[in-house]
C-alpha cells in the first residue's frame, strides 16, 4: 500500500481488486472506495449483471449499478480465457486486497482462490464471501437474498398476520454481509501492518445472517437446559408497528417506565401512567402488546405533528413514517449531505447517495460516477507495465474489451 498524505482519506493508496458483482461485493468494495481505495470493478465481457436491475436510461447503466459502483475503476476481462490467467495474476501482484463473491469451486476454477493468488502476492488479503461457508455442506449450493432470508428465519420472522413467510422488501443479507466483508477487510489490512503477512478471509451469507438474527432472538435457547423458545417477545408482538395517527403513521417508541409514564401524562391520560402494566416492570416486558395496543387505540385522536412535539417534550424518540420519496424530499436529509448530484459523461445529471462515513479531518474529493464497462481496461494493464501491443493483442483476441 503506497504512503499517502496527512489530509487523505484513510485507504488512500490502497489498491483493491473488485471480482464481485450483484449488491454484496460492490457494497463492500464501495465502502472501501468511499474510504479512499482504488477500486478496479473486474467484469465479465457481459458486465455485472445488475447493471440491467432497476430503473434504467441506456443498457447497462442501471440505478442500482450507479449507486453501488461511484469511486471505482471498470476492466472489463474475461476470466475464462487462458490469456486472462497472466493478467490476473498480475493484478493480484499489484493488488492490496481481492474480493469475490463466487462459490468456492468456481474460485479454484478461474483461479481466484486464495491458494493461487496468494503465490502472486503474500501480502494479499483476499475476500470470499459466498452464499454458504466454504467448509460445509451446501459450500456448493447456489444463494441469493431471498435463500438467505428462508433459511436464516428471517422470512418466517416477518411472517403477515396469517402466518404466510415474507421476504423484507430490500436486499437485506446483501447489504449486511457486504458491511462485514468490508470490516473483515480493514481488520486485515490491520494486521497485515503488524505482522507483514496477508491472509484470507471469508463472510458466508448464509451463517453470517443467522448469527445476525440471534443476536436478540436466541431467547431461552439461550440457555441449557432451554429456558423457552427463540425470539423477543418485545420485538414480535403483531403491535409492534407504525401506528396511525388522525393523518398519517408515525414511530413511537417508549421503552421505559420513565417513557411511558411521561408520554401518557403528556396526552391527558394520567390514569394509564399509573396502570401496573407500565409501572412494573416484568409486566411491562410480558405485556408489551396491551400497551402497543393502548397506543394504537390513543393515537389517532391527534395528528402525526401534535404526537411528535408531545414525545419530544418527554424525550421518545418519534419520527414520522416517510415513503421513499418522502425521504428524498425530507430537507434532514437533503441537507445532510447524503444525497449528492453527480454529472455522468452517459446518463446526464443523477442523484446519488454519499459514501455512509463521514471522515472527520480528512480531504475527499466529489464523487466519481459509476464507470462504463470496460472504461479503465487499456489503462489499467498499462499501470500494470503491459506494452501497447500485448494490450491491442489482448483486446483484438477478446481477452479484454473497452476502448484502447
Known amino acids: 500500500m503506497n504512503s499517502i498524505s496527512e489530509n487523505a482519506l484513510p485507504l488512500s493508496g490502497c489498491r483493491v481488486l473488485d471480482l464481485t458483482a450483484i449488491v454484496l461485493g460492490p457494497l463492500a468494495t464501495l465502502c472501501l472506495a468511499d474510504l479512499g481505495a482504488d477500486v478496479i470493478k473486474v467484469e465479465s465481457p457481459e458486465g455485472d449483471g445488475i447493471r440491467n436491475a432497476g430503473t434504467t436510461r441506456n443498457p447497462g447503466m442501471g440505478s442500482i449499478y450507479l449507486a453501488l459502483n461511484r469511486n471505482k475503476r471498470s476492466l472489463a476481462l474475461d476470466l475464462k480465457q487462458p490469456e486472462a490467467r497472466g493478467v490476473l495474476e498480475r493484478l493480484a501482484a499489484w493488488a492490496d486486497v481481492v474480493v469475490h463473491n463466487m462459490r468456492p469451486e468456481a ?40 435463500v438467505i432470508q428462508a433459511v436464516s428465519g428471517l422470512a418466517a420472522l416477518c411472517a403477515d398476520d396469517s402466518g404466510v413467510p415474507r421476504y423484507v422488501p430490500t436486499l437485506i443479507a446483501d447489504k449486511v454481509s457486504g458491511l462485514l466483508a468490508c470490516q473483515a477487510i480493514l481488520a486485515a489490512l490491520l494486521a497485515r501492518e503488524k505482522t507483514g503477512k496477508g491472509q484470507a478471509v471469508s463472510v458466508p451469507m448464509a451463517e453470517t445472517i443467522s448469527a445476525f438474527m440471534l443476536l436478540e432472538h436466541l431467547g431461552g435457547l439461550t440457555f441449557d437446559p432451554p429456558a423457552g423458545d427463540a425470539g423477543y417477545g418485545r420485538l414480535l408482538t403483531p403491535y409492534r408497528r407504525p401506528m396511525a395517527t388522525r393523518d398519517g403513521y408515525i414511530a413511537l417508541t417508549p421503552y421505559t417506565k420513565r417513557d411511558w409514564q411521561g408520554f401518557f401524562r403528556a396526552a391527558g391520560r394520567p390514569g394509564l401512567a399509573e396502570d401496573p402494566r407500565v409501572t412494573d416492570n416484568r409486566r411491562r416486558n410480558d405485556e408489551i402488546g396491551d400497551l402497543y395496543a393502548l397506543l394504537g387505540q390513543l393515537l389517532p385522536e391527534r ?25 428524498m424530499r425530507d430537507p434532514w ?71 484502447v
Open 303 to 327: 395528528t402525526t405533528d401534535e404526537w411528535i412535539e408531545i414525545a419530544r417534550e418527554v424525550g421518545i424518540a418519534v419520527a414520522a413514517v416517510n415513503s421513499l420519496g418522502d425521504v
Open 107 to 146: 474460485a479454484k476454477r478461474l483461479g481466484i482462490d486464495y491458494e493461487s493468488l496468494c503465490k502472486a502476492n503474500p501480502r494479499l488479503i483476499h475476500c470470499s464471501a459466498s452464499g454458504f461457508s466454504a467448509g460445509g455442506e451446501r459450500a456448493a449450493d447456489p444463494a441469493v437474498d431471498d
Open 333 to 403: 436529509f437533503r441537507n445532510s449531505g447524503y444525497v449528492q448530484e453527480i454529472e455522468h459523461p452517459t446518463e446526464g445529471r443523477t442523484l446519488g447517495i454519499g459514501p455512509m462515513v463521514i471522515v472527520e479531518g480528512s480531504s475527499s474529493n466529489r464523487p466519481r460516477p459509476a464507470p462504463r464497462l470496460g472504461e479503465h481496461s487499456a489503462a489499467i494493464l498499462r499501470e500494470l507495465g503491459i506494452d501497447e501491443q500485448e494490450v491491442t493483442d489482448l483486446a483484438e483476441a477478446g481477452v479484454i474489451s473497452g476502448p
